[in-house]
Nanobody, 119 residues
Framework: QVQVVESGGGLVQPGGSLRLSCTAS????????MGWFRQAPGKERESVAH???????EYSQSVRGRFTITRDNAKNTVYLQMNALKDEDTAIYYC?????????????WGQGTRVTVSS
């Protein structure tokens, strides 16, 4: 069984920084694209950033230049460094990992970590 677990959320003032982590764990799997989504109160879940196994990255327009996604393939971990945070970044952040296990490709979601940007 494979699990995806996020950590690193919290309360931060506008202009501050946070680093989120997401690790996929379990037996006999390969992690492909890993990424971050977020869902603000009353809004739909939206893509924030994702990164391929080879390191290619894409960002949403709203976070480009402020957020940086990286990954450590040996640890099956993806990070999201969030700088210059704004009130509108407040949301629950979810990690999604595309994993192959037992020859089957599937999307695995974490439980989410809350980020609150407020003075």
């Amino acid at each position: 069984q494979v699990q995806v677990v996020e950590s690193g959320g919290g309360l931060v003032q506008p202009g501050g920084s946070l680093r989120l982590s997401c690790t996929a764990s379990g037996r006999d799997f390969t992690a492909h694209v890993m990424g971050w989504f977020r869902q603000a109160p009353g809004k739909e879940r939206e893509s924030v950033a994702h990164i391929t196994r080879g390191g290619s990255r894409e960002y949403s327009q709203s976070v480009r230049g402020r957020f940086t996604i990286t990954r450590d393939n040996a640890k099956n971990t993806v990070y999201l460094q969030m700088n210059a945070l704004k009130d509108e970044d407040t949301a629950i952040y979810y990690c999604k990992a595309a994993l192959t296990t037992a020859g089957v490709l599937g999307d695995y979601w974490g439980q989410g970590t809350r980020v609150t940007v407020s003075s």
